[in-house]
């Protein structure tokens, strides 16, 4: 079953090229998580600033069934995100590894049970018992 993502394009004109682009990134990201529902993509061009260049921000919203990824590339001060395919390259690539990390394990904890090992129970007879007088070790032998 295909995964529901939406493309949304503010202040940027639609290309093939460009949709095309964004659709083969989404299907990579199909291979980093099976849980992935659905999501959002938004590229935008927020600010026309004329002395650093049109600069555009990729926002993706990734929908599973156990977290919501949200990756927000809106780095206005960085010239290689004057190419919206830069910017979306590097928006993806950093959905790439917060997907992986919510595949990984989480760190199991120092004090978690199955990090103590469990002793065998004894018979009653073999229990080493503390004399009070000496205390010193005695061992019962049966």
Do not use: C, W
Request: charged fraction near 30%.
């Amino acid at each position: 079953m295909p995964n529901a993502f939406q493309v949304v394009y503010h202040n940027i004109d639609q290309s093939a090229a460009l949709s095309e682009k964004v659709a083969k990134r989404i299907e990579k990201l199909q291979r980093f998580s099976n849980d992935i529902i659905g999501g959002r993509v938004v590229l935008d061009s927020p600010h026309n600033n004329h002395q650093k260049g049109k600069v555009f921000s990729v926002t993706l919203e990734i929908h599973t069934s156990g977290k919501e990824v949200i990756v927000k590339q809106d780095q206005h001060d960085r010239a290689a995100h004057e190419d919206i395919y830069v910017a979306v390259r590097d928006a993806f690539n950093a959905a790439e590894r917060q997907l992986k990390s919510l595949g990984r394990n989480p760190r199991k904890s120092t004090l978690a049970a199955e990090n103590f090992a469990v002793l065998p129970e004894t018979a009653e007879d073999d229990i080493d018992d503390f004399d009070d007088d000496d205390d010193e070790l005695v061992t019962r032998v049966a």
